[in-house]
């Protein structure tokens, strides 16, 4: 049976979900490795489990009639603790049991190069009918087609379900953002996400926001989703670096005045390197070394005092 992914599009799926968040000092942590969520039934989320790194990612899978996409691949590249490609294969099994097809492809492909989103590829290696995107602002390049990186947009077709990218450099030179008509979803990476934006290189990151702006107001997005969280729902308050429990997260997913609210505080403050906070964000704009001085020295603090017997 062939979906059709522009009737009714954008869907009405469901956020309604608790996510993985680790556990207190000296509990021990009972979460999956991998929470899976279905927000609709050709859209999982996943989620990393603290415990196993705490940069505890998000992951994207998008299923089409061809073929499904995977974004990212999480922080830990062993399969037995972190059994990425298994509960993938089980994902698309399941999908497959209630939409057969003769053969079926997984893309496999990442936000940005960083080491927690592209940890896991390994494990894709010899799945049949899998293709790897590298790694590499050119391999990037490359795979989607890009002819005018960053500004030109560019489609990845699942089959019937198209997917439309801009480069977003800033955070990283390989920094992409995604568009699904189908969920209305802007997938935003590292550029944009409740917690901690790390501005590199500030010129571009600034360029990349505009450019994600002006893209989804000729769009309907639903919600701009990142692949982290880590404020608190005290405005301007974080967790510490490398936190094991953070049990109150704002939530995932930011509507499209978020975004802007993030372009127009870059603005704002592209001029003046260091640690910027804002109520739902906090902005790292340049090198910020005595602010990253500062936030590994408290996240030393907080480890300290999760060690057993400490008060």
């Avoid at 279905?38 to 089409?64: C, K, V, W």
């Avoid at 490609?85 to 097809?101: F, I, S």
């Avoid at 989703?225 to 729902?233: A, K, L, N, S, Y």
Wanted: hydrophobic share 40%; charged share 20%; with cysteine.
């Amino acid at each position: 049976m062939t979906i059709n992914f522009l009737a009714g599009a954008p869907v009405s799926g469901s956020l309604d979900v608790a996510w993985i968040h680790g556990s207190p000092r000296g509990q021990p942590n009972a979460d999956p490795p991998i929470q899976t969520h279905s927000y609709d039934p050709h859209t999982m989320i996943l989620r990393q489990n603290r415990a196993i790194s705490p940069e505890a990612p998000f992951l994207y899978l998008l299923f089409g009639n061809d073929r499904a996409v995977l974004l990212d691949t999480g922080a830990t590249e062993d399969a037995d603790t972190f059994p990425l490609r298994k509960t993938v294969d089980g994902l698309v099994d399941a999908w497959l049991a209630v939409n057969p097809r003769e053969s079926y492809g997984l893309i496999v492909a990442h936000t940005h190069s960083h080491a927690d989103h592209i940890a896991g590829d390994a494990q894709f290696a010899d799945r049949p009918n899998t293709t790897v995107a590298g790694t590499t602002v050119g391999d990037v390049q490359s795979f989607f087609g890009f002819a005018r990186w960053p500004e030109e947009i560019v489609r990845l077709d699942l089959g019937g379900r198209i997917i439309e990218i801009i480069g977003t450099p800033g955070h990283h030179e390989t920094s992409i953002a995604l568009y699904d008509p189908w969920t209305g979803f802007m997938l935003s990476g590292d550029t944009a996400y409740p917690g901690r934006l790390y501005a590199r290189d500030m010129p571009a990151f600034v360029a990349s926001l505009e450019r994600m702006v002006d893209f989804a107001a000729t769009r309907t997005v639903t919600w701009v989703m990142g692949c982290h969280i880590e404020m608190t729902r005290t405005p301007g308050r974080d967790y510490p670096l490398g936190s094991g429990f953070q049990p109150d997260e704002r939530p995932l997913e930011m509507p499209l005045d978020q975004l802007i609210t993030i372009r127009d505080a870059a603005r704002s403050v592209a001029d003046r390197p260091g640690v910027r906070p804002f109520d739902d964000f906090i902005l790292y704009v340049g090198p910020a070394r005595w602010g990253l001085i500062k936030l590994i020295a408290r996240s030393l603090v907080s480890k300290l005092r999760r060690r057993p017997g400490s008060k």
